[in-house]
């Protein structure tokens, strides 16, 4: 039990995720000032197929996700995960990749999202979003995009690879240097 109200809000967003049912319609509702810092490999997961994972708060007070490793990632291991309104930060030069959408899993939609490089000269996601083969229809809607300006240690913002299709990037923006492409 737990988590069904503010005074009893789990601690991180991972075991929030852990008390979902998959495909029942769960929301998770992180709230303004939240934050947290990982140093490994799935920060989170969001495994469990069919959940909303969403925000509350503006600019700098939305829920905030900072990567102190290289090797930090936010994982999508499931169908049809929703995440909205979340704000990811580097917090270490060359985060390899900042949200890994795994191979296989459908559906997934990024909203309002920001992904900043930092602040600080160096640090950056050398590959901020990945979405591996066979992860069809992900959408970006509205998502900030904001890597270091003059400094192309991102390669690409948004990186489809292998054989995914109907993937929708639109309303987003673009800001700051990357050696291949947004």
């Not at 992180?30 to 989170?44: I, Y």
């Not at 997961?45 to 994972?53: F, H, K, L, P, S």
């Not at 000269?121 to 904001?146: E, K, M, P, Q």
Request: negative net charge; charged residues 15%.
């Amino acid at each position: 039990s737990g988590g069904l109200t503010p005074e009893d809000a789990f601690t991180t967003l991972d075991a929030a995720i852990g008390a979902c049912t998959a495909n029942k319609g769960d929301t998770i509702i992180v709230m303004p000032g939240h934050a947290e810092s990982f140093s490994a490999a799935n920060g989170w997961d969001a495994d469990v197929a069919g959940i909303r994972i969403i925000g509350l708060g503006q600019g700098t007070n939305r829920p905030t996700f900072t990567f102190a490793d290289t090797d930090a990632t936010v994982a999508i291991g499931a169908n049809n995960v929703w995440i909205e309104n979340l704000r990811f930060v580097a917090g270490i030069s060359a985060v390899v990749v900042g949200i890994d959408v795994e191979a296989g899993f459908t559906d997934f939609t990024c909203k309002d999202c920001e992904f900043y490089w930092g602040g600080t000269t160096g640090w950056d996601f050398v590959r901020t979003v990945i979405v591996r083969a066979a992860s069809h229809r992900a959408t970006f809607d509205n998502c900030r995009f904001l890597n270091e300006p003059a400094v192309a240690g991102n390669s690409s913002s948004i990186e489809i690879v292998g054989a995914t299709h109907n993937c929708r990037i639109y309303n987003c923006e673009f800001m700051g240097d990357s050696s291949l492409a947004c």
